[in-house]
């Protein structure tokens, strides 16, 4: 699974924000605009990893879980969140 989480956020370096589903996702909900996921399928395992593009042509990934229900768990929505919005908080460029 890490291997291919790896090669799906090298696919997303490559195609920028021309990557479309079943690869990404924008995170629905006004809460969470700008917070996309990276959905990532091995057998019958799901892995999801938020991120979000920083200064149009950065992106920073978050945080990743494995998914294990139809529904994404509020808790993981609210730690990408979290982490999105410290992120800019600090205004960093690293």
Do not use: C
Request: aromatic share 14%; proline share 3%; hydrophobic share 35%.
């Amino acid at each position: 699974m890490r291997a291919k989480v790896v090669q799906y956020i090298d696919l997303l370096e490559k195609s920028g924000t021309n990557l479309r589903e079943p690869y990404v996702a924008p995170i629905k909900g006004d809460k969470y605009k700008g917070l996309w996921e990276l959905r990532v399928r091995f057998a019958s395992d799901i892995t999801r990893v938020f991120y979000f593009t920083y200064q149009s042509d950065t992106f920073v990934m978050l945080h990743g879980f494995k998914k294990k229900t139809n529904k994404t768990p509020s808790s993981e929505l609210e730690r990408a969140l979290k982490y999105k919005l410290d992120f800019e908080r600090r205004g960093t460029d690293e």
